[in-house]
C-alpha cells in the first residue's frame, strides 16, 4: 500500500510499530549499501554527475536487499544500473546518451541507463511527474519503487513511496499506481527470471 494511504486506518500504536519496523529496515539497508564498494562508487558518480533530482533505483537497491536475504556469497551482478532525473528543460531525453557516455568514462566497465522522468509519464498516460520521486512510484513492481542518492555529506536520502518493507518482505506484487497493461508485470518478471536467481521470491501474479 503506499506510503501516503498506509496508516490511514492505523492506531497510534500500530503506527509506532510500523514507523520503528521500517526504521530499523531503513538502517539494515543502509549498511549493506555501504558495505557495497561498487554501489558506493555509483553512488559517488551520480553525484558527481549532479542531475536534477536524481537517484539511482529499481534494482540497484531491490537486488541488494534480495542478495542478503538469499545469503548469497557474491552479489547479482548489475545488468544496468538504473539512473533517474527530472529535467524539464528536456522533455524529450536529448540529452541521456550524453550522460550515459560521461558516466561510463567515469566508470568504465559498468552499464548505465539514464532516464528523464520528464517524459515517462507518457507510458503512464498520466500528467507529466513533477519530481523522480513521483515517477518512480508508478513503476511495474512495488518493490522496484525505491531509490537512493548520496548528499554532500555522504548521507543518504531515500526515495521510498511504499517504504523498505516490501523488499525486505521478498513479496513481489504489481504496483496499483502503475498505468501500463497488468501483462507488463508478467512479462517483466518472467523475462528477468527472478524467481531463478531468487527462489524465496513469492510473486504475487495479477
Known amino acids: 500500500m503506499p506510503a501516503d494511504t498506509q496508516t490511514r486506518h492505523s492506531t497510534p500504536a500500530s503506527h509506532a510499530r510500523q514507523s520503528a519496523l521500517e526504521a530499523d529496515l531503513q538502517a539494515q539497508t543502509e549498511a549493506l549499501l555501504r558495505a557495497d564498494e561498487q554501489r558506493m562508487d555509483c553512488l559517488r558518480a551520480a553525484r558527481e554527475l549532479a542531475l536534477p533530482d536524481w537517484?539511482?533505483?529499481a534494482g540497484f537497491i531491490r537486488n541488494l536487499i534480495w542478495?542478503?536475504?538469499?545469503?548469497?556469497?557474491?552479489?547479482?551482478a548489475l545488468n544496468d544500473i538504473d539512473l533517474i532525473y527530472l529535467d524539464s528543460a528536456d522533455p524529450t531525453g536529448l540529452?541521456?546518451?550524453a550522460?550515459?557516455?560521461w558516466l561510463a568514462a567515469r566508470m568504465p566497465g559498468q552499464q548505465w541507463e539514464v532516464?528523464?522522468?520528464a517524459r515517462m509519464h507518457v507510458r503512464q498516460l498520466v500528467p507529466p511527474f513533477?519530481?523522480?520521486l513521483s515517477a518512480l512510484s508508478h513503476w511495474v513492481e512495488v518493490p522496484t519503487c525505491i531509490g537512493v542518492?548520496?548528499?554532500a555529506d555522504d548521507s543518504f536520502e531515500w526515495l521510498a513511496p511504499y517504504g523498505f518493507a516490501p523488499n525486505w518482505s521478498l513479496q513481489v506484487d504489481p504496483n496499483p499506481r502503475c498505468r501500463q497493461e497488468r501483462r507488463v508485470f508478467t512479462e517483466r518478471?518472467?523475462?528477468k527470471e527472478w524467481q531463478q536467481l531468487w527462489p524465496d521470491l513469492v510473486v504475487n501474479w495479477p
Open 99 to 101: 550522460h550515459e557516455a
Open 55 to 57: 537517484a539511482l533505483g
Open 115 to 117: 532516464r528523464n522522468q
Open 67 to 76: 542478495d542478503h536475504l538469499h545469503r548469497k556469497s557474491a552479489p547479482t
Open 95 to 97: 540529452q541521456e546518451a
Open 149 to 151: 542518492r548520496l548528499l
Open 130 to 132: 513533477t519530481s523522480s
Open 189 to 191: 518478471v518472467k523475462a
